[in-house]
């Protein structure tokens, strides 16, 4: 690990990296700009098959981007659904390698009528530029590219080899990418990966995400007669499966908040007492986010703190439930089916395959006699978690110091990146979420945002993390 004596230290804040590395960035911070707007007017949303060819075009436009930059083996790679854009820059023989991800597709728009302006016509005012896209995840991506744009033109080449994946599906489940990981694990050997795609802390506080919760994502279907019954010739004599259902529901999660599955709890890794202290000790004002909720009073799990059952707890909850009867008025039946969509956060080190199989297990075991209870899998992804003293979490950490004159703080976050969990699993390599945007961006809403202070000095924190990283040892 780099000591306090490396190259790199001793610069002041106002200048983080060298005068000509600075000298040509702020010479380009507007071109830089101009380059992100010409992205952000390219509509490609994952989700929607007609904008397929969007996508595609902004997969053109990110390839030529990267050709013009002189990376090496820039392609662009078909998949089942979008292209990924790869590339690659290793002639640093010796120093590290690291893969660099963002994505370049974005959430759909609506509601359209919320938006000041059309969500592809960005535009900057009040030091924001205002557009789909602009923090979740291109704004990101181009400042990767003007910090490569810099090392490349003032110093020739970069301190360390870098291996860039852009996908083009992370708004859609982000399937394709799996299965190219999988098949691509030797062209990708690397020693960390970069995910640019999170963000800072409470206002702009520069922060490192460290840990995500993973997810188990199921269906509970109960069945009882094959039609709907008359509740006079029936009720008291048949199980109805609303009730069934109901029961089952109730005795998944206590009052306390505890999941009362058996062996739920096994792999959760305690968090260390100095995380909790850190925790305790961000600035989080827990009254303006119960406000921002709309809620009359937040609740969890006894015993934990409302930032420790945000990122560090995990939990189950029902995202949705049927069944029976539901028009105006009154029907009077035993209904033949229910059904609940039910989900379970997790954090490091649950399984999601082991966590599925326990509900299901629990399910069957308390499931009333006199109905079928099925139990199925819809979706599952892993938690991840790297360590706060993890040399390359700390070369990051030092990188921000450096560019905004304060420490970052560490945050885990309650949601989930499936991508993320999928490179620190399957090319077992550790993760560094890097992500440099404001967390009210308004991402996956109108009006998303991306204040330029942010998308500018993005690009030197990512210069001067290059930096720092080319000093670890392999
Ligand atoms: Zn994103």
Known sequence: MADTDSPTAGASPVSPIDRDLEAHLAAHDDEQLQRLLALLRIPSISALPAHAPDVAAAAEWLAGELRRLGLDDVQVVATPLHPLVTARWHRRPGAPTAIVYCHYDVQPVDPVDQWETAPFEPFVR???????????????????????????????????????????????????IMAWLRANREALRADLVVISDTGFFEGNIPALTVGLRGITYAQVDVYGAPVDLHSGQYGGVVENPVNALARIISALKGPDGRVRIPGFYEDVLPLPEAEQARLAALPFDEEAYRLGTGVRELVGETGFTTLERRGARPTLDVNGIWGGFQGEGAKTIIPAEAHAKVSCRLVANQDPDRIFALLRAHVAEIAPPGVRVEVRLIHGGRPILTPTDHPAILAAARALEAVYGQPPVFIREGGSIPVAAAFGEVLGLPVVLYGLTQPASNAHAPNEWLAVENFERGARAIVRLWQELAELPR
Do not use: C, W
């Open 126 to 176: 009040d030091g924001r530029i205002v557009g789909r896209g602009s923090a979740d995840d291109k704004g990101q991506i181009v400042m990767h590219l003007a910090a490569l744009e810099a090392l490349l033109a003032v110093h020739g080449a970069l301190p360390l080899n870098l291996t860039f994946v852009f996908e083009g599906e992370e708004e859609y489940g982000s399937e394709s």
